[in-house]
């Protein structure tokens, strides 16, 4: 789907650790749940299936995840990433899979040129919370996305995330659902702005 096309916004949905049904994801789909709520549709893709081989330069032959991942991400208006933090920074296996991204170099504008990211980080401590939580925002810089106004973290050690993302912490869960909220809002503007330019034309 194009920037400005028109239909439901599309959201892809990353996260998680090597482990299923990790903090990290349960995380994520308490925003997933943020985006359903703005009527988003939303991809999500979390753990193994963001097990890829690491990403090398000097191919490019990709695994068959890999390729079906990009191919979700480059028909997107909006990207959630939720990773776990580990010795205070994003996993490896999120961070390879942000390298994918460099695939989408050739995209209109290049990798998540115009696209709204939301950015949750999950850790045992808040040290590693806030130093995950701005690798997240600087890394979605990098690739030309627009990291959303609230980046949320998650204290692991004091809020306990059930399988659907829900917790007695309700202020947390809350800024979970606000990043998803916030990811589709601006989506949706972006949207707009772009049919409104094609309008003047």
Not at 46 to 64: K, Q, V
Not at 178 to 188: K, P, R, T
Request: charged share 20%; proline share 3%; glycine share 10%.
């Amino acid at each position: 789907m194009s920037e400005a096309s028109g239909g439901e916004v599309r959201i892809v949905a990353i996260g998680g650790s090597t482990r299923p049904d990790s903090s990290s994801e349960r995380a994520l789909l308490a925003a997933v749940r943020g985006a359903r709520a703005k009527g988003a549709h939303v991809d999500v893709i979390t753990s193994r299936d963001l097990l890829f081989p690491i990403y090398d330069t000097e191919t490019t032959d990709r695994d068959p995840l890999a390729v079906a991942y990009l191919a979700k991400i480059a028909q997107a208006d909006g990207l959630i990433i939720a990773s776990p933090g580990y010795h205070g920074a994003i996993s490896g296996m999120m961070k390879n899979a942000l390298d994918y991204i460099e695939d989408l170099r050739d995209r209109d504008g290049g990798y998540l040129h115009g696209m709204s990211v939301g950015c949750i980080s999950v850790a045992y401590g808040w040290q590693a919370t806030v130093s995950t939580l701005q690798q997240l925002r600087q890394i979605a810089h990098a690739l030309r996305g627009w990291p959303t106004p609230l980046g949320a973290t998650v204290n692991a050690a004091l809020t306990k995330l059930d399988a659907q993302g829900n917790s007695d912490d309700t202020a947390t869960v809350g800024q979970l659902e606000i990043v998803g909220h916030q990811v589709v809002e601006f989506a949706n503007m972006r949207r707009q702005s772009q049919e409104g330019a094609q309008v003047d034309q």
